[in-house]
């Protein structure tokens, strides 16, 4: 029977989190006479000295969290944006400490938290592979023995003594993911970094902890992809707002549980209630989801004219603005991004400032039975993101009950991620 590999106990992570609170306009005399306040009240009391202004707030980034790992398991941690899991990856990777509680954790620990996680910027990616083998414990000849698979996986041969600090974030992330995976951890710690490659290279890396796990060794994997976190997974681990909440073998039941925790079952309309996505170019107020019949509520049917509305407000005008969604499935598996910039320039609907109406219709007969999540995406062009896919984003979804066609063989859900309806014919 495997023997338990890491144990936490009542885990708890506490910060202090700091507020200035400022006048609007300050003098010169006024920065004065608080130097000199809080100079004598440095002497008369040192130890009791709260800088004026400032309010200490206390945050639990996890509260009371316990839980047990066993030898060769591999768990997937789940939960909203700020639920607590990257926090507890750094204690396990023992970069910080906990507040309370404690962790008994065995073996050899390989940690991917960050692109790069322990590079030296001057060093060449030969030397950065030493250097990281070395800080996690391997003898020279263990290093040596691997060294040329993980060039090999990380595909950086030409610019093997290249200083890292000059190579491309793909590159970074590749070698970063190499050095990490092949130097047989007993415990292999993985955050959301791998969203950064691309598709070829996210299948690689699945396909490594697959072999990893396959090989009896630990893995932590932290991931907002729930395709891969069933693919991989044989337990799943859910947090919210710093506590566990669901742990389970059944890792199809812990997704449910997140995805329906989440807001994923027929939310057809988010709106705004705070500035937390304001920004200086375009601000949403809404985001809906609805057939073009306006009186027709989900489930809708694949057939129907499924309409995805966006109203914002745009501060001021860029060329460079776009903005758009992204449609996933329930799993997690992204169908496709669609942009008002998709067209050709002519085409595109023309954007003011004030308030603005974008409508987009997903194709008919596109989509097969199931539940869908549409997010908010766009930014400026090339320049920087203003609602960055997979993260914190105005998000709604729906679903979609059966494939109706004019066919008698096809009218319920098809084994496949989508079930389009196309024509045929014969040729002579």
Known sequence: MPSTIISAEGLGKRYLIRHEQREPYV??????????????????????????????????ALRDVSFDVKEGDRVGIIGRNGAGKSTLLKLLSRITEPTEGRITLRGRVSSLLEVGTGFHPELTGREN??????????????????????????????????????????????????????????????DEVLAVGDVEFQRKCIGKMQEIGRADRTII??????????????????????????????????????????????????????????????????LSVGALEEDKRPPFDSADDIVIEIEARVERLDPALTVGYALYTSEGQCLYWSYQTDDSPDRWPQLEVGINILQSRVPRGLLNEGEYRIELIGGLHYREWLFEPRKLVPTISFSVSGVRTTSPYWSAKRPTLLAPVTSWKARR
């Open 27 to 60: 003098a010169l005399r006024d920065v004065l006479a608080e130097g000199a306040r809080t100079f004598v009240k440095r002497i008369l009391a040192p130890s009791s000295i709260i800088a004026s202004g400032t309010v200490r707030e206390e945050f639990w």
């Open 129 to 190: 592979i030493a250097l990281n083998g070395a800080i996690l414990g391997m003898t020279r000849a263990e290093i040596r023995r691997r060294f040329d698979e993980i060039v090999d996986f990380a595909e950086i041969e030409k610019f093997l003594d290249t200083p890292v600090k000059r190579y491309s974030s793909g590159m970074y992330m590749r070698l970063a993911f190499s050095v990490a995976a092949h130097l047989e951890p007993d415990v292999f710690i993985v």
């Open 221 to 286: 994997f932290v991931s907002h992809n729930m395709s891969a976190i069933a693919s991989l997974c044989t337990r799943c681990i859910r947090l919210d707002h710093g506590r566990v909440v669901q742990v389970s073998g059944d890792v199809d039941a812990v997704i449910k549980g997140y995805l329906e925790q989440d807001g994923s079952t027929e939310s057809v309309v988010w709106k705004r209630v705070d500035a937390t996505f304001d920004n200086p170019w375009f601000s949403p107020l809404r």
